[in-house]
């Protein structure tokens, strides 16, 4: 199970992190990522990170801003949000696979397990 938290109402350029916190196995969370959905919009991917922590990718929205990260011993992924712009809000969603290649990190159907989404809105 993945349970995302950290969502709220922040300022624009005001920065927020969200958590993610994983149960079970940790085969099951190889790579984790962050996707989100603003209301009337598609799903979107922002950000995914491996196992090991060296393999990031974000969407290019995000690329600078944002920061993906985890701690395996915490069994929590977070996504560090600087410089935040009202265009940022939407709900978020953490997901994990256990098996997916960088190529596909951005897709949505690669992620098997997902958590409920936690509102971000940034406005002033």
């Known amino acids: 199970q993945l349970q995302a938290c950290g969502g709220g109402l922040v300022q624009p350029g005001r920065s927020l992190r969200l958590s993610c916190t994983a149960s079970?196995?940790?085969?099951?969370?190889?790579?984790m990522g962050w996707f989100r959905q603003a209301q009337g919009k598609e799903r979107e991917f922002v950000a995914a990170?491996?196992?090991?922590?060296?393999?990031?990718e974000y969407a290019d929205s995000v690329k600078g801003r944002f920061t993906i990260s985890r701690d395996n011993a915490k069994s929590t992924m977070y996504l560090q949000m600087n410089s935040l712009r009202p265009e940022d809000t939407a709900v978020y969603y953490c997901?994990?696979?256990?098996?997916?290649?960088?190529?596909?990190?951005?897709?949505?159907?690669?992620?098997?397990?997902w958590g409920q989404g936690t509102l971000v809105t940034v406005s002033s």
């Open positions: 997901a994990a696979s256990p098996s997916v290649i960088r190529s596909n990190f951005a897709s949505q159907i690669a992620y098997a397990y």
């Open positions: 990170i491996m196992l090991n922590g060296g393999t990031t």
């Open positions: 079970g196995r940790t085969s099951y969370r190889f790579v």
